[in-house]
């Protein structure tokens, strides 16, 4: 079983539909990325560079969606988080699978594509 595999199915089942969901929506929406385990989560690279990671946050209760070029997106910023110390990254948190809002998701996905 692959490392980034191991990590989506090992999630409790909350964080795992959640996860699920998302790579569907970034399967689907950006074909050409790929999912790979980097730094101990599931990280999906697009034109051979970092795109966007997802980490399941047990403590924080959230699943995590990071771009990797998040400060440089311009849309949709009220649904965009930027924590103390990140100054590139920007990500959306969900915290059920029913507010994963797909039109959004997708919407950001298809921005960030465009800043490589």
């Known amino acids: 079983m692959k490392p980034t595999d ?14 699920l969901c998302i790579v ?18 599931p990280y999906f690279y697009y034109k051979k560079k970092p795109f966007c990671y997802l ?3 047990h403590k924080k209760q959230f699943v995590d969606v990071g771009f990797a070029k998040g400060f440089q997106l311009q849309n949709y910023s009220n649904h965009l988080v930027a924590d103390n110390g990140r ?10 699978l029913e507010s994963i809002d797909i039109d959004v998701l997708r919407a950001v996905i298809q921005e960030a594509e465009k800043l490589y």
């Open 6 to 19: 191991r990590y989506l199915l090992n999630q409790p089942q909350h964080y795992r539909d959640i996860l």
């Open 24 to 41: 569907d929506v970034v399967q689907h929406t950006l074909p050409e990325a790929t999912l790979e385990y980097k730094w101990g989560i």
């Open 55 to 57: 980490n399941a946050s």
């Open 87 to 96: 100054n590139t990254i920007k990500s959306l948190r969900y915290t059920a």
